[in-house]
């Protein structure tokens, strides 16, 4: 861990002058609001300006494709984080859903040559998407920093 806190700090870079969305999935909540306060976090890290940060809300993660793409035509962003949690269940569902998604926000990124943090997390059970959406294992920050990252690129 003592490894990966320090690359992370070294790559800290001045974003102050970058539009920033974050697309935020409400249907987990408790994860997602984890992902986006350590996407928040690594924003102000990066000195991106608070009125720069546009945040939008969705139902699943099935809507962020979408609404990552309104976000960056609507506000002319420089780089976007799309943030969910899909959970196992009893069936194939999320498998479906994981796939469609990732595929919609790689096109996203490519067809509008905007930076697109992958903030989509797939478990087998909410204690392992809880672990990955808190503390230094937060794959909000992590998505923040590689959207930033390539943007200022």
């Known amino acids: 861990m003592q490894r990966k806190k320090q690359r992370e700090k ?13 697309v935020v999935s409400r249907f987990n909540p408790d994860v997602t ?14 000195k991106v300006k608070d009125e720069h940060v546009h945040v939008a809300h969705v139902y699943g993660s099935f809507e962020l494709p979408l609404a990552c793409a309104r976000l ?20 194939r569902h999320d498998e479906y859903l994981a796939q469609a998604t990732s595929y919609g ?13 992958f903030g989509l ?16 294992n937060n794959k909000g920050s992590e998505a923040a920093a590689a959207a930033l990252e390539l943007a200022l690129h």
Do not use: F, H, Y
Request: proline fraction near 1%; hydrophobic fraction near 40%; aromatic fraction near 2%.
């Open 121 to 136: 997390i797939t478990t087998n059970n909410l204690k392992q998407a809880r672990e990955r959406s808190r503390g230094e």
């Open 72 to 91: 960056i035509k609507k506000r002319k962003l420089d780089a976007v984080i799309a943030l969910g949690c899909i959970v196992k269940g009893e069936t």
């Open 10 to 22: 070294d790559n800290v870079g001045d974003a102050s002058k970058l539009r920033v969305g974050i």
């Open 33 to 46: 609001g984890g992902m986006l306060e350590g996407a928040r976090a690594t924003l102000r890290a990066w």
């Open 105 to 117: 926000l790689m096109r996203l990124m490519l067809d509008t040559n905007t930076p697109v943090g």
